[in-house]
Nanobody, 120 residues
Framework: QVHLAESGGGLVQAGGSLRLSCAAS????????????MGWYRQAPGKQRELVAA???????NYADSVKGRFTISRDNAQTPVYLQMNSLKPEDTAVYYC??????????WGQGTQVTVSS
């Protein structure tokens, strides 16, 4: 199977920056055949999980309106790892951020999540 591992979360003051990373490991066959995109979801307290950003194999990207202009998703040429550069962070960005991968969003593979806390 495919395993996703996130890192880079932490505590930051409003206006600060964090960079999340997600690496896929496991079956090379499954990584090459079952993953068309990699991206990030987040879930804040009391809210549903929402798509933050995603990038496909051909390089197309998609962002939630709430993060456009502040967050940037990128990846290495090998598709993994994928990164989420988060700038101008706001308290409302506080959430658990999950790496996600698959064929169509939401993908079938999920990471365990990394906590991002933005203080005011």
């Amino acid at each position: 199977q495919v395993h996703l591992a996130e890192s880079g979360g932490g505590l930051v003051q409003a206006g600060g920056s964090l960079r999340l990373s997600c690496a896929a490991s496991g079956s090379i066959f499954r990584i090459n055949t079952m993953i068309n995109f990699m991206g990030w979801y987040r879930q804040a307290p009391g809210k549903q999980r929402e798509l933050v950003a995603a990038i496909t194999r051909n390089g197309s990207t998609n962002y939630a309106d709430s993060v456009k202009g502040r967050f940037t998703i990128s990846r290495d040429n090998a598709q993994t790892p994928v990164y989420l550069q988060m700038n101008s962070l706001k308290p409302e960005d506080t959430a658990v951020y999950y790496c996600n991968a698959g064929q169509i969003t939401p993908g079938r593979y999920w990471g365990q999540g990394t906590q991002v806390t933005v203080s005011s």
